[in-house]
């Protein structure tokens, strides 16, 4: 499905993947931060899904939906694909209560931040196997259209600057979903919905989804595809957090953070001093 490590001679193993997920997850269950990469640098996002999928299989919490993050520039030529997924799991999904504050909290020295982001929820299973979902055949299996802040979060400080295989190799980058209100009349608003980002009172991001290639249903289509190429298709209930219509807006302990969705409410958040574990109940 990606580009693969053809440039390298030896390909990661399963026991390499096992090891360096092994790591990650040991880290997120400490909350322990961790000072570099857990071992070589994987050049593929193959090699990269390899081990998130290693991380998946032993983490102890049930998978509850993906995030998908956006591949930028000259990468996406790179990885043949602008886009990437990482797990949501139950541990780290909070459900706002109206407009009052959500607390979170992340690994000390590791990487945190705040997107406001729309969720598709699945009404129906997908195909297993299927991995030529279109946007037609990806919006027939949703339900609803929710509002939400994903955490950005890993162990690892410098994962974004470690480019999209680091990113997919812990999680894609996720430490939990904040899920707002149900979006009214969504099917009708889908080129028209925003997303205006304030930390401590000061705007740090606005945008709208039609920013994306092929905006947050191109989002949904990818999930589907990607996972299901994984053996993992999308079922029912599943939540596909679609990507940073804001941008991606780091959060400091102590920091308190809103997303404003216009006429679809607002969630309002902040982030304590203290670490947590992720998806772990």
């Known amino acids: 499905m990606f580009q693969t490590r053809d440039s390298v001679k030896e390909p ?38 390899s081990i998130q999928d290693a991380a998946i299989a032993d983490w102890p919490d049930t ?13 996406v030529d790179v990885h043949g694909t602008d886009r990437l997924i990482g797990p949501i799991f139950a541990g780290s999904l ?19 931040a705040v997107e406001g982001e ?14 030529n979902y279109d946007a037609s055949s990806a919006l027939a299996l949703v339900g609803e259209l929710w509002t939400g802040i994903e955490v950005a979060g890993s162990p690892l400080a410098t994962i ?23 979006v009214q009349n969504w099917r009708a608003r889908l080129e028209e919905l925003t997303c205006a980002v304030t930390i401590n009172g000061d705007v740090v991001g606005t945008g709208i989804v039609t920013a994306f290639p092929g905006g947050i249903t191109q989002s949904l289509v990818f999930a589907l ?12 209930g599943m939540l596909i957090s679609t990507g940073a219509v804001s941008g991606v807006h780091d959060a400091k302990p102590g920091d308190h953070a809103i997303a404003d969705f216009g006429q679809d409410g607002k969630i309002a958040c902040h982030r304590l001093a203290a670490a947590q574990t992720s998806g772990q109940k």
């Open 12 to 49: 990661y193993s399963a026991t390499q993947a096992s090891t360096i997920a092994g790591q990650f997850r040991a880290a997120r269950l400490s909350q322990a931060a961790l000072s570099e990469f857990p071992g070589p640098l994987p050049r593929a996002l193959d090699e990269s899904y």
């Open 63 to 75: 998978l509850v939906g993906w995030k998908v993050g956006r591949i930028l520039g000259d990468l």
């Open 94 to 112: 909070q459900r706002a209560d109206g407009e009052a504050e959500q607390d979170f909290a992340a690994i000390s020295g590791g990487f945190c």
């Open 118 to 131: 729309y969720v598709f929820e699945l009404a129906f299973d997908a195909e297993p196997g299927k991995t």
């Open 160 to 182: 974004n600057d470690l480019g999209p295989t680091v990113v997919v190799s812990d999680f894609g980058n996720n430490w939990g979903l904040i899920l707002g209100k149900p």
């Open 225 to 236: 595809n990607c996972a299901a190429s994984r053996g993992l298709p999308l079922k029912r």
